[in-house]
């Protein structure tokens, strides 16, 4: 932080020997005509030129005019929410006050992402929703993150209450692969994850300027990835928005002691920018979180032996000795005690023919587990820290060096429960922008920290207090004893383990602490459950906009793109034990645009193409049609291809985790698993009777093929905005896990694979030999009510047919949703009232993941907030709720149940 104060000042100590000369200042002050409050972040423009600035916290703009500005001249005012102005200025020195009308800007809104060309939200030629910075600051959520969950035809999983993924159009879960989250253009992406972590790392809420939401395929502009969507998230801009803002929310969460104490939560950001110059100006910003974390503790019994491995079924602790909980840990070890009974007959012949009718079917036991809060800290926390340098080399070339740094400690749900401990991440970039082109320079550096995986934790942790030969050797006697005297079958099962679980160490105590936490900073290779991951991901992007010298033929666009792996995982997530591993990816694209008929039909016609070090490259074409009904109604129809390639984890991984050994896909890991010489077999077949070998055709990247027809416009005197939309996507070489059983004998035969104690699972990620269909629409209504008052609803669908037997999509997506929300962001005659109520509603649906399949129930969700704003000093005060009636819900299998948090916020210079 020193050495980044010392540079700010040696740039405005050197900046008077490089500014341009002068000919002469404009000063003034912007207000707005209903009320007489300063306004901030206007943007005061010479027209016809590229010279400009903006108006500081109390609406006051100071223009450095250039030698070569001749009076008079004309400025233009604009800020959204308000008519734009034009004043003629005959010379230099100090304007009247400038008043702007206030106006509606329902469907006025800029949008970038759906052509990376600024568009009107109205005539974009695909899906896609926006929330600005208004609607942030005068939300009901405690995270700016969550407000995308409001939005139609979206997804957002929980796992914990700072780790959240989003998804659009189904193929859900905890950690999205087929989703692209940019901030500030980088990709957002933990790179040994391959998914962005919510907001975890990134932007703080002070300085979210806008996010836009692309639905469905993007990958022909924004890469491999984007096939359920992309999410883009812009900070401000430090010449346009000024001054010392924070906000502090403190609050309550677990409010009625259902499954923690009532805890505190709080949160709080801040952000300083200043613009030195006319050429330089610099932010910095930092946020916190803390608070106890939701708890997971769903204790449903889940399969993890034969064809229905991870469904959920029937039994508890007390009546399955086989129990392995959902949020219960170390209970994933199983054993059949068989072993133990047989060995005995052995040893006593006379008790062989009891023995013998004991056997005739497996006799599965678990171990003894531990439930989530006796091995997960609750504290969960979120330090964010970034900042920016902009400087303008020219008035139209700008020069940006930034940063964003996440940490904290968090838990994530995939194949297993992870703590995510002192985990970190940095972005950090160079870019070089104008406004016909674009290049920058970026890195993601990722650090685990003391991150650990619960699951393995824990059964190691059993092995060091009694290892299992040992345990279930204590079981089996002990079960044959008592059935011996005369005890029955479950009886028995209840006595064996109260006696094998002598000497099991209570939860929370120092026997505990120490031997659970030593495990904690051994890595998984080497026996402990230490995830250690310091994947680093270098990324150079270039675009240009040929459309000034193109533009009576075409606009179009160019751009290209490089990308950077190295795995660095120490062989706890990848096969890297012995070196890194780096993967490449590099691609291309190209976009042209024509409208015609006095742009009453505008086509888009994208191309892009992609490689990868581990596969052969790919073509992705996009082509959209805006058709101009009458003003400010239009409708889209677009064909769009997207694809990715498998992820680093999908081609590298090799984890050992509850129920079965997760390994990449590629014929790197394939052959180190010896599928040649070792024939693997469907687990699907097996539980069904059958012994069928399972084969495997070329890993290839999985495609999507998206058809939509959407339509946009405003009516009822411009204060209904409509939205519709309805898709059908087609999946080709979908990319899912099957599960295969392969001998661990030294000698391998067929029959192996019908014991545990000889047999291992394998997931081994494959394509679908079939085309997998999905399709869906949304409606969504925003009115404009009079006097400030607004409302918005939403309802969504999406379904997903020709699924093959035995494979897992993931789809995980719920067959309705809907939103509602009713607000007013400032009432009455002075305007400092303002409220806001959102209700939200979500139909059952079945989900699946690595670690549990079955059914996630429908739930209703309600957030509030009132605000009162003091505009004398700059600041402003808001009581609100999430889940205002703290009904606990889920939204993914294994995840915590989330119930209502309370809150107190107290903000400067955000209203």
């Not at 009076?71 to 005012?77: A, G, S, V």
């Not at 692969?177 to 962005?196: I, K």
């Not at 006595?495 to 209570?506: F, M, T, V, Y």
């Amino acid at each position: 932080m020193k050495r980044l104060l010392s540079l700010i000042v040696l740039i405005q100590l050197i900046l008077p020997t490089i500014v341009n000369a002068q000919n002469g200042v404009i000063s003034g002050q912007v207000k707005s005509a209903s009320d007489g409050e300063s306004l901030s972040s206007v943007s005061v423009v010479i027209k016809n030129s590229n010279q400009g600035t903006y108006t500081d916290p109390k609406g006051k703009f100071k223009l450095n005019l250039s030698a070569s500005s001749k009076f008079p001249i004309t400025l233009i005012f604009s800020s959204t929410g308000f008519e734009f102005k034009e004043v003629a200025v005959s010379s230099a020195g100090e304007l009247a006050t400038v008043s702007l009308n206030s106006k509606s800007t329902l469907g006025e809104e800029v949008v970038i992402s759906a052509t990376k060309t600024p568009t009107r939200i109205l005539e974009s030629p695909v899906s896609i929703e926006r929330i600005n910075s208004t609607a942030i600051k005068n939300s009901s959520t405690v995270d700016y993150f969550d407000m995308v969950n409001s939005l139609k035809g979206i997804n957002l999983t929980t796992s914990s209450l700072t780790f959240k993924t989003v998804t659009s159009r189904g193929f859900g879960g905890s950690g999205n692969t087929r989703f692209t989250q940019l901030v500030d253009g980088m990709d957002n992406q933990a790179p040994g994850l391959n998914f962005s972590i919510g907001s975890i790392i990134g932007l703080s809420e002070l300085d979210v300027d806008n996010m836009e939401l692309l639905q469905g395929a993007s990958s022909a502009l924004y890469g491999p990835g984007g096939m359920n969507g992309t999410l883009l998230i812009n900070s401000k801009d430090p010449f346009k928005h000024q001054g010392l803002s924070f906000q502090t929310r403190a609050g309550v969460m677990n409010v009625d002691g259902k499954y923690r104490e009532p805890s505190a939560y709080n949160n709080w950001d801040l952000r300083y920018a200043k613009k030195l110059s006319e050429r330089f100006a610099f932010k910095i910003t930092a946020g916190m979180v803390q608070g106890k974390d939701w708890y997971a503790n769903d204790q449903r019994n889940v399969n993890r032996s034969g064809a229905n491995l991870g469904k959920i079924i029937n039994g508890t602790r007390e009546t399955d000795p086989n129990y392995d909980g959902m949020n219960v840990y170390g209970d994933e070890t199983s054993v059949d005690i068989n072993q133990v009974l047989n060995g005995i007959g052995q040893q006593a012949p006379f008790l062989a023919p009891y023995i013998a009718g004991l056997t005739t079917s497996p006799n599965l036991v678990s171990r003894t587990g531990y439930t989530e809060k006796e091995v997960i800290d609750p504290v969960t926390k979120n330090l964010k820290f970034g900042f920016s340098l902009n400087y303008k080399l020219t008035h139209s070339i700008e020069a940006i060096l930034s940063g964003h740094n996440g940490s904290g400690n968090t838990v994530y749900t995939g194949n297993d429960r992870y703590s995510l401990v002192g985990f970190n991440m940095g972005q950090y970039k160079l870019e070089l922008k104008h406004k016909n082109w674009m290049l920058r320079g970026y890195t993601s550096q990722e650090n685990s920290g003391q991150s650990y995986n619960v699951t393995i934790a824990s059964r190691v942790f059993n092995e060091l207090w009694k290892p299992s030969p040992q345990w279930y050797t204590e079981y089996g006697l002990t079960y044959l004893n008592s059935l011996l005297s005369g005890k029955s079958a479950n009886e028995a099962h209840t006595i064996s383990r109260s006696i094998a679980d002598i000497g099991r160490p209570e939860a929370g105590s120092a026997a505990f602490n120490t031997a659970y936490n030593s495990l904690k900073s051994v890595a998984i290779s080497k026996g402990g459950a230490a995830l250690i991951d310091k994947t680093n991901l270098y990324v150079l992007d270039g675009q240009y906009n040929l459309s000034s010298l193109t533009g009576k033929f075409a606009e179009i666009l160019v751009g290209g793109n490089f990308r950077r792996f190295v795995l660095n995982s120490k062989g706890t997530l990848f096969a890297d034990s012995a070196n890194k591993i780096p993967v490449n990816e590099y691609g291309a694209y190209i976009q042209a645009s024509k409208a015609l008929f006095e742009e009453k039909l505008k086509f888009t016609f994208s191309g892009r193409y992609d490689k990868n070090s581990n596969f052969k490259g790919r073509f992705t074409p996009r082509a959209t049609a805006l058709v101009k009904l009458a003003k400010d109604n239009h409708l889209r129809f677009s064909y769009q291809q997207a694809y990715r390639f498998p992820s680093v984890q999908q081609q590298w991984i090799n984890l050992s985790v509850g129920g079965a050994t997760l390994i990449g896909g590629i014929p790197q890991m394939t052959n180190y698993y010896k599928f040649n010489t070792n024939q693997v077999y469907s687990l699907t077949e097996l539980g069904q009777g059958r012994i069928t070998p399972q084969t495997f055709n070329d890993f290839k990247p999985e495609s999507v093929t998206s058809l939509e027809v959407g339509y946009k416009g405003l009516v009822a005197n411009s204060k209904l905005l409509i939205d519709v939309y309805a898709y059908k996507a087609t999946y080709q070489d979908f990319i899912t896990r099957v599960l295969v059983a392969q001998s661990t004998t030294a000698n391998p035969s067929p029959l192996d694979i019908l014991s545990s104690s000889t047999r291992r699972i394998v997931s081994v990620p494959t394509n679908s030999p079939t085309l997998v269909k999905s399709s869906g629409w949304g409606l969504g209504l925003e009115y404009r009510l009079g006097r400030g008052f607004y409302t918005t609803a939403n309802v969504s669908s999406d379904l997903l047919a020709d699924v093959p037997v035995g494979y897992i999509t993931y789809f995980n997506s719920p067959k309705y949703r809907t939103n509602f929300s009713f607000g007013n962001n400032g009432m009455g005659k002075s305007k400092k009232i303002g409220f806001n109520i959102a209700y939200r509603w979500q139909s059952d649906f079945y989900y699946e993941s690595e670690l549990a399949n079955g059914n996630v129930p429908a739930f209703h969700n309600l957030d509030a907030q009132v605000s009162y704003k003091l505009p004398k000093i700059r600041s402003g005060i808001r009581i609100g709720a999430t889940n205002l009636l703290n009904q606990y819900y889920i939204n993914g299998l294994a995840n915590p149940s989330i119930g209502g948090i309370y809150y107190v916020a107290i903000g400067y210079n955000i209203y």
